[in-house]
Structures are given as structure tokens and as C-alpha cells.
């Protein structure tokens, strides 16, 4: 797993959300996937949004991600792993619900393409919702299709607006589609509910979802969501 050059763009792009969090987790250590070429055009989109930043702001010896999301503003973030093959402060299955100590503990949650991997995917999310305190905010990038294999799942546009919005009451501040070779054309997702076949969208090659979202201070009742064409049933 890692932080390539789209989920680099986007955690630039919604940096603001997290001004003032103490701290987060992210879903298994990234390590930094851009090669000498990428990471200068990554850097030149860094200050083209406003960030004053080089190579060495952003790179670490080990090859992991700490220094680059620091350098963007985030707070300390911890990572949980099912093993501690990289060190990850937590370890845990996320097949499995997290201990009671991980629950409401971190301002931001991370999933930088980790869910896709695990089976049991909803038991995944429900545990990101459980760590994050009220008000904190879940960050997500994730295969959306064009990469059979890749993981156990490719996910659509419910995840985040029927499972994140709908079910959990989340403010919903980007929900996007991008080409992982097109990373300027960002296709905004809205929200599926009620539409033919779930707003269904036929699009050509590898493509990556983003969503980041607030939680509620207050959660609403949960019901296990339903895509959204079939609300009405």
C-alpha cells in the first residue's frame, strides 16, 4: 500500500478539514509510490495549491509517509496493521471488531486503500466509524474499478454516501471518480440514492474513488444500508 500521486493530490485538497486534529490512524504504514519524475510534478501541483514545499519536506529514509502527511498539516498519525511486519503501532485483524481501547480515540481515520483487502469490507468500515471521535473526519482512497484482482472488492459510489452519509449521518465534503493516468480530470459523485441503477457510471481503465467525510456529533439511529436504487422497495 501506498501514496501515490492522485491520493497525494487529495490529501493536499482536503487538508483544510483537518486543521486542529490531535491526532489519526491510517489503515497499514504507505509508503511513498512516486518515482523521481512523479514527485517533482507532485510538487509542483503542492505549491500551485498553496504549499511552499521540497523533496526533503516530504520524504523520509525509510520510504514511508510521516514526513509528507506532517508536511501537509496533518497531526501524528498512528497506523494499524494485521501484522507488525512495518511497525504499525496497532496491531489487529480488521476482520475482527477493534478493542474497546481504539474506540472514539482518533480525530481522523485514513483508508489508503486498505479496505479493498479485507473480507469481511463492512466489518472494516464499521471500525473506522467506531475510532474516530464525534466531529472527526474519515478519509478514504480506494480501487473503484479497472483493477480485477487487485483486492477482494471494488468499491461504488454507496459505500460512501448510502454507508457513510445515509446510515451514519456523515457531512459528505468530496466524493470523486478519478483515472489514475488523467489525475487533472476529477469527476464529482453525487449522490446515488433514487436514481436508476444507483447512478450507475461506465468509464474506461483504472479509476480511483475518493471520499472524505465529517462524523456527526451525534450519531442517528443505524440501519444497515440498501444501494440506493432500492430504497423504495
Request: with cysteine; aromatic share 10%.
Amino acid at each position: 500500500m501506498g501514496i501515490s500521486l492522485l491520493p497525494g493530490l487529495f490529501l493536499a485538497r482536503n487538508a483544510a478539514h483537518v486543521a486542529g486534529a490531535k491526532n489519526g490512524v491510517i489503515l497499514g504504514r504507505q509508503k511513498l509510490h512516486m518515482n523521481n519524475r512523479v514527485l517533482e510534478r507532485f510538487l509542483g501541483n503542492l505549491n500551485g495549491m498553496g504549499f511552499t514545499l521540497g523533496r526533503e519536506d516530504i520524504t523520509q529514509k525509510d520510504g514511508f509517509t510521516e514526513n509528507l502527511l506532517q508536511a501537509l498539516g496533518y497531526p501524528k498519525i498512528e497506523a494499524i496493521d494485521f501484522s507488525d511486519i512495518e511497525d504499525a503501532e496497532h496491531i489487529h485483524d480488521l476482520n475482527k471488531p477493534v478493542p474497546a481501547s481504539l474506540r472514539e480515540r482518533f480525530d481522523l481515520v485514513i483508508d489508503g486503500g486498505t479496505t479493498e483487502h479485507v473480507f469481511h469490507i463492512g466489518q472494516a468500515l464499521d471500525s473506522c466509524h467506531a475510532m474516530l471521535k464525534p466531529g472527526g473526519i474519515m478519509m478514504s482512497f480506494v480501487a473503484a474499478t479497472g483493477w480485477f484482482g487487485h483486492g477482494f472488492f471494488q468499491t461504488g459510489p454507496d459505500v460512501p454516501w448510502r454507508y457513510w452519509h445515509h446510515a451514519r449521518g456523515y457531512d459528505m465534503l468530496e466524493v470523486s471518480l478519478i483515472n489514475r493516468k488523467k489525475p487533472r480530470n476529477v469527476i464529482k459523485i453525487e449522490d446515488p440514492t433514487g436514481k436508476p441503477r444507483g447512478g450507475e457510471l461506465i468509464v474506461d481503465g483504472p479509476h480511483m474513488l475518493f471520499y472524505c467525510c465529517r462524523k456527526p456529533l451525534k450519531a442517528p439511529k443505524y440501519r444497515f444500508p440498501v444501494q440506493g436504487h432500492y430504497v423504495d422497495y
